[in-house]
Each structure stands twice: as structure tokens, then as C-alpha cells.
């Protein structure tokens, strides 16, 4: 999928949630709470801001993307388009906050080609072909306790799982050499 139908799904989902695009097209700040969350531009860091290249205010194919991180370490993006855009309300100019998942970030900086942005959010990914996806069901405090320390170290949540897992086996391995 492509990163137009992305954006086209993205704000597709969150028309089916009941969060419709906003009138009016906002350069400033914007806030909306969703799903009983805050969401603000003002007080989140901006991480990345994309907007379509050639064209001015006035075009209605013109549209700006931002991609922000609250200061609890959620994402969001904030659409802001003209008529021709997912971002438009009803044909006219209109803004949209959708709340982004890690996996819905990394797509849309890939698709942004914005690797740099995600190589400093989740790390340098693995080789093709070189990594096994796995879940694992944990209790809902060890999972906020790996969220919280993961949030101390400004790295992300599989990242420090990653750095976890490898100092434990390493240790084990240590330790085993010992007892033999």
C-alpha cells in the first residue's frame, strides 16, 4: 500500500471512530481529546513536519502533515489539506489529530522517506529477512513497568526489550562459563 492510500485509510478509521475532520484549516496550535486522551500540539514535541512539495497555500491539493510525541510518549499526527486532500471537510480546507500507533509512526515515516526520524524513534531496523516477530501476553503492570523504563531511556518499548533480553542471555552465559 502506498502512502496516499495510507493516509487515505488512516483518516478513513478515524471518520468510522467518529473523529471527523475539523472546518477550517488550522496553522496553529490544535488540541482534541480522543478516547479520553489530550492530544496538543502546543505542549508535544513536533517530530517531523511533511507538506506537499510545489505548491502553495492556495492549491487544492495543498496539505501539511506533522508528526508529534506527546511528553507521555504517545504519537500523533496532525493532517491539515484543501479540498482534493483526505484532510478536507466536506471540499473545504479542514485538519485532523489521529492518535498513532508505533507501527502506523514507522509506516508513515517510511513512506515520508523520514528514516532518519525513524532510526532515532526505533532504532536501526534489522537486516531483511534477519528478524522473527513474536508477541508475548504480560501482565498489565509488568508491561507499564517496561513502558516507564523504556520512557526513562527515551528509547522505544522494543528497543529496550531488545537490550533486555541480550544483557540477560549474556549474563546467563556468564554465568554458566563460571559454574562449568
Known amino acids: 500500500m502506498n502512502i496516499s492510500s495510507f493516509i487515505k485509510e488512516l483518516v478513513k478509521d478515524e471518520f468510522n471512530r467518529g ?63 484543501h479540498g482534493c486532500t483526505p484532510w478536507t471537510y466536506g471540499g473545504y480546507p479542514g485538519h485532523l489529530v489521529i492518535p498513532m500507533t508505533d507501527a502506523s509512526v514507522r509506516r508513515w515515516l517510511q513512506g515520508r522517506n523520514l528514516s532518519y526520524l525513524y532510526i532515532r524513534l526505533f532504532g536501526m531496523p534489522p537486516e531483511a529477512g534477519r528478524k522473527e516477530p513474536f508477541s508475548v501476553l504480560l501482565p498489565e503492570e509488568l508491561t507499564e513497568e517496561i513502558f516507564r523504563r523504556a520512557s526513562a531511556m527515551k528509547i522505544p518499548v522494543q528497543t529496550w526489550i531488545e537490550i533486555f533480553l541480550r544483557n540477560t542471555l549474556e549474563h546467563e552465559s556468564s554465568q554458566k562459563d563460571t559454574l562449568s
Open 19 to 81: 473523529n471527523v475532520p475539523a472546518s477550517g484549516y488550522s496553522s496553529d496550535g490544535v488540541f482534541e481529546i480522543i478516547d479520553d486522551c489530550f492530544y496538543d500540539t502546543d505542549t508535544a514535541e513536533k517530530l517531523a513536519t511533511v507538506q506537499a512539495p510545489e505548491l502553495c497555500g492556495d492549491d487544492f491539493d495543498y496539505y501539511r502533515e506533522e508528526l508529534y510525541r506527546t511528553e507521555g510518549g504517545a504519537f500523533f499526527l496532525v493532517g491539515r489539506g
